[in-house]
């Protein structure tokens, strides 16, 4: 299959394209508009693959979106192109609302028309899976706030949305969408709601990566309030697999939560972090003295957690990684790969979108 990822250059989709090409037979189109959160650097070890392309493309750019798939008439549509940081879209959520409504509004409009033109057997083939997250069902209740011996619920499938944040509602927005599109005009499409992810790759304004750069530099590790909000934490690698899952073997029209069966509170998810550096990078105190705790975020949510009985049951996808062995991989990868890291604290990673865009203006 040719297979159109949107987003490829970010933390997920870089992640989709290794794993497309590195254990697959499908050639891969990244299309990817090189953003601060783009990083071509996360792709050099398949960059030179010859079942791998590069477009430097707005997904709301609709002339070019039609271009490139008239150019490479994928088989399906991995979206996975959106701006992502919670605190940047309080501080700044015109960006959100362009990228994650516009740009999905433009993708499904262009993907309609090239969908109808296609002959019946590409038509039944279509398929076009839409990435998104757990956050648009907004909160849960915190164990704090549950009676001792009750059960705790979680995120389903059929949980109603209740987004918090400027980035949650555009999500939100999207995912109404393309269900739209689905039900009126019948296109061929998934939605996946995903819970926090971590991994190789990661971009350090989110708190893993954060947590461990800040660390290896002695400097304080900031904590929302007390520390006490809960997500569930997928491994990438992990996440990647169930998308292939759910694109090759899911059902149309159906939607997935996929989760990494890890609740763990924000304070605990730092001091294992600080603890594996204590072990691999040892020093004459504790990494745990550089916790700082700072006011916490506006409409911050307190619990996050997915109900993955459906995709385990229907789809048979299960994590490989337990939250311990992720982490530690996690922490080991960014400890090899010092000068990835300091080419995103130079900015040095910014130059090939420099490249693209001038080549784009000329």
């Not at 650097?41 to 398949?46: D, F, G, K, R, Y």
């Not at 900031?222 to 059902?251: F, N, S």
């Amino acid at each position: 299959m040719k297979i159109l990822v949107t987003g490829g250059a970010g933390f997920i989709g870089s992640a989709v394209v290794r794993y497309l090409l590195e254990n697959t037979s499908h050639t891969v189109i990244n299309l990817d508009k090189l953003t601060y959160a783009g990083n071509l650097e996360s792709l050099e070890s398949i960059s030179h693959h010859y079942r791998y392309h590069f477009e430097y493309v707005d997904v709301c750019n609709a002339i070019e979106l039609k271009r490139v798939f008239t150019q490479y008439q994928p088989d399906a549509v991995m979206h996975l192109a959106a701006e992502s940081h919670v605190d940047r879209s309080i501080t700044g959520p015109a960006t959100f609302i362009e990228t994650n409504i516009i740009g999905t509004y433009t993708l499904l409009e262009v993907v309609r028309k090239y969908w109808s033109e296609l002959d019946d057997m590409k038509r039944q083939r279509f398929r076009l899976l839409h990435v998104s997250t757990d956050e648009v069902y907004g909160d849960l209740p915190h164990p704090s706030d549950i009676k001792i011996g009750a059960s705790l619920p979680l995120f389903t499938e059929s949980s109603a949305y209740n987004p918090s944040s400027p980035y949650s509602a555009s999500k939100a927005s999207s995912d109404h969408l393309v269900r739209a599109w689905r039900k009126t005009y019948g296109l061929p499409t998934m939605i996946t709601n995903c819970s926090n992810n971590y991994g190789p790759y990661q971009f350090p304004e989110k708190l893993i990566p954060l947590i461990i750069m800040n660390a290896l530099d002695n400097k304080p590790l900031p904590i929302y309030g007390k520390g006490d909000q809960i997500r569930d934490w997928l491994y990438v690698e992990d996440h990647a697999k169930a998308l292939l899952t759910v694109l090759m073997t899911g059902d149309v029209g159906e939607t997935y939560n996929i989760g990494g069966h890890n609740e763990i509170k924000n304070i605990d998810v730092v001091k294992n972090i600080c603890g594996l550096l204590d072990e691999l990078v040892p020093k004459a105190t504790s990494y745990q003295d550089l916790i700082t705790h700072v006011d916490d975020r506006l409409g911050h949510d307190r619990r996050y957690a997915i109900d993955a009985s459906k995709i385990d049951k229907a789809l048979e996808w299960t994590p490989d990684e337990s939250f311990g062995t992720g982490l530690r991989k996690t922490v080991q990868w960014y400890l090899n790969h010092r000068s990835w890291i300091e080419n995103i604290q130079t900015g040095a990673y910014l130059s090939h979108a420099k490249q693209y865009s001038e080549k784009v203006s000329v």
